[in-house]
Every structure is written in structure tokens, then in C-alpha cells.
């Protein structure tokens, strides 16, 4: 049971994690153009046109992608809790769900300054997926910097980001359950 249940949660996990891929990178009007961008865009796109007829952008933000997310999130614990003999329960999936689209959100955060930051120790910026991650991270980065400026030349605001994700994740966002998507 134990095996289904990791199948199970990664693949959800990884499905979630490319709709909030792609909700982020309109969000910060990424470069479209970026293979990346084109990837994702791409291996959603099946899903989210169809949707985008019923549900339009607003603004910058890409509802289907946002509705996508919350349903694959919803579905991922209902099947889990399923395997894991709970029975049927819609109503507890759905509780869990805001909670665990939270906690997605600032996994792939923490995902992708890990990523930006190897990439400036390897790449020297001549990395079209370096450009990519510094386009995202840059309008949460800025206001940081302002308070915490780099020292010596070290850039220290990715880590008080990463302290800040921290202190959301176990303090703001308990565990309910033991289930983590």
C-alpha cells in the first residue's frame, strides 16, 4: 500500500506542480519563448484550452491553470484516501485541498530558488532556464533586497525567503492528517 500511495502522490504532486508552473509564469509574464515555458505550456495545454472557454484569463491570472490545480490537488487526496481505506469522502478531500494547494505553492517556490540558486554558481547567467527562474523569483526577491541587503557580496535574499517559506509551511500550515501532497 505503501508504494501505491508514493505512486500515487508523485504523480499527482507532479501534475499540480506544472499547472502552478504555468499559473506562475503568466503571472510574472515570463519569456513564452524559454524551452521551459514552451514545455509546460505544452504538456498543459491539452487540459487548460478546453477549460479556457468556460473560465477566461483575468488579467494575468490564468484561472483554468488555477482550477486545474485545485481540482488535480482535490482528486489527489480523494484517491489517496481512498487507498489508503478511508472510504469515499468528497466533503474531507475538499477541506484538505486549500491546505495542501498552499503547501504545493511553496514547495515549488522553494523548488525554484534551490534550481536559481545552483544555476548562478554554475551557469554565469548564459542559461536560457537561469533567465527563466530569475524572471520568477525576482518580483518576490526585490522587496527583500531592500530590507536585506546583500552583504559583502552575497545575495542573502533567497535564504531569508527560504527562512520565510519555512516559518509558513510548519507554523501557518499544519500537517493535518499526515497528508502532504
Known amino acids: 500500500?505503501?508504494?501505491?500511495?508514493?505512486?500515487?502522490?508523485?504523480?499527482?504532486?507532479?501534475?499540480?506542480?506544472?499547472?502552478?508552473?504555468?499559473?506562475?509564469?503568466?503571472?510574472?509574464?515570463?519569456?513564452?519563448?524559454?524551452?521551459?515555458?514552451?514545455f509546460v505550456v505544452k504538456v498543459?495545454?491539452?487540459?487548460?484550452?478546453p477549460l479556457r472557454r468556460a473560465l477566461p484569463s483575468i488579467g494575468r491570472l490564468d484561472t483554468a491553470s488555477l482550477v486545474l490545480a485545485i481540482a488535480v490537488v482535490w482528486l489527489g487526496v480523494f484517491v489517496r484516501?481512498?487507498?489508503a481505506g478511508s472510504g469515499i469522502q468528497p466533503l474531507v478531500a475538499l477541506l484538505l485541498t486549500p491546505q495542501l494547494l498552499a503547501s504545493a505553492c511553496l514547495d515549488l517556490l522553494f523548488y525554484v530558488l534551490?534550481?536559481?540558486?545552483?544555476?548562478?554558481?554554475?551557469?554565469?547567467?548564459?542559461?536560457?532556464?537561469?533567465?527563466?527562474l530569475g524572471q520568477m523569483t525576482e518580483p518576490l526577491l526585490a522587496p527583500i533586497r531592500r530590507i536585506v541587503p546583500p552583504v559583502?557580496?552575497?545575495?542573502?535574499?533567497?535564504?531569508?525567503?527560504?527562512?520565510?517559506?519555512?516559518?509558513?509551511?510548519?507554523?501557518?500550515l499544519p500537517d493535518l492528517l499526515g497528508i502532504r501532497l
Do not use: C, K
Open 114 to 132: 534551490i534550481g536559481r540558486v545552483i544555476l548562478s554558481w554554475v551557469s554565469q547567467g548564459h542559461n536560457p532556464m537561469e533567465r527563466l
Open 81 to 83: 484516501l481512498l487507498i
Open 44 to 49: 498543459t495545454h491539452p487540459l487548460v484550452r
Open 152 to 172: 559583502g557580496g552575497l545575495d542573502l535574499s533567497v535564504m531569508a525567503l527560504m527562512f520565510i517559506i519555512y516559518l509558513v509551511r510548519y507554523y501557518l
Open 1 to 38: 500500500m505503501a508504494t501505491i500511495d508514493f505512486l500515487v502522490s508523485t504523480l499527482f504532486t507532479v501534475i499540480t506542480l506544472l499547472f502552478l508552473l504555468r499559473l506562475w509564469l503568466q503571472l510574472v509574464s515570463a519569456d513564452y519563448y524559454n524551452p521551459i515555458s514552451q
